[in-house]
């Protein structure tokens, strides 16, 4: 009795191109690094200035209960981070000492969240549902620009739900885009696409919607961002974001 195996094609291998070191170097005197800031509008606003920005109308959405955990981690992380030295809520992150604490990309047992968890407790307060408020928080805090932790500590984690509320607050149409592009490639694109608007929505954490274009590049197998401002295209340089 003979058996039919079915056999799937294996997806194409894409050969990856080292970019010369001469035109890196050209690209870093071209668009130099942006300075390391610790004041803007929205990291300078008081805690209460930061809450009724939850009330806006498309995290009004949202079920109650998820409101209500997001309106919970925002406060604790913020009144943890009030007595954190620092002029505004990014020079209290970055004093608070969470960025030393990896991701579980890197094997981490630890968690940023133990430090407001045991600030909390030394505080006297009941720890209650504080981990799940804690990266709800975080979350809002990121989207809504109140906080810009560092790249490298941003990619030792996993944030499957920042693209979605990225796309909610800060650049729908951009991420809507992306949607239509990866639906009219191969279905394999489609998986592709998802890794680039989470790659471009850690990206968003330090770049205004004006600051990028997200382009495909179906021919290489990649998804690519332009950055920059200016209104020519091919003078921005082009970063693969996703292959």
């Not at 954190?84 to 505004?88: A, I, L, M, R, W």
């Not at 696409?193 to 680039?196: H, L, P």
């Given at each position: 009795m003979s058996t039919a195996v079915k056999h799937m094609t294996r997806p194409e291998r894409f050969e990856v191109t080292p970019v010369p070191h001469s035109r890196i170097r050209q690209l870093h005197k071209q668009f130099p690094p942006r300075e390391f800031e610790l004041w803007w509008p929205h990291t300078a606003a008081s805690a209460e200035e930061v809450e009724a920005r939850l009330n806006c109308s498309v995290l009004a959405e949202a079920a109650v209960t998820t409101r209500a955990g997001r309106h919970r981690g925002v406060i604790k992380i913020l009144t943890w981070l009030a007595s954190?030295?620092?002029?505004?809520w990014q020079a209290r992150w970055l004093a608070s000492g969470a960025e030393n604490i990896r991701g579980s990309r890197y094997g981490a047992t630890a968690s940023w969240a133990d430090l407001p968890v045991e600030w909390i407790a030394r505080q006297g307060r009941p720890v209650r549902h504080d981990r799940n408020d804690l990266a709800a928080g975080l979350l809002m805090l990121l989207c809504l620009d109140v906080i810009r932790p560092q790249l490298p500590w941003m990619l030792s984690r996993a944030h499957p739900f920042l693209a979605p509320m990225m796309a909610k607050l800060r650049d729908p149409d951009g991420f809507a885009r992306l949607d239509e592009l990866a639906a009219t490639q191969p279905d394999t694109s489609r998986a592709d696409?998802?890794?680039?608007a989470t790659r471009i929505a850690t990206l968003l954490v330090y770049l205004l919607a004006t600051?990028?274009?997200c382009i495909p590049l179906p021919e290489h197998g990649k998804w690519a961002l332009r950055l920059g401002r200016s209104t020519n295209e091919s003078s921005l340089p082009t970063t693969s974001i996703a292959t």
């Open positions: 954190v030295p620092g002029d505004t696409a998802r890794i680039a600051d990028y274009t």
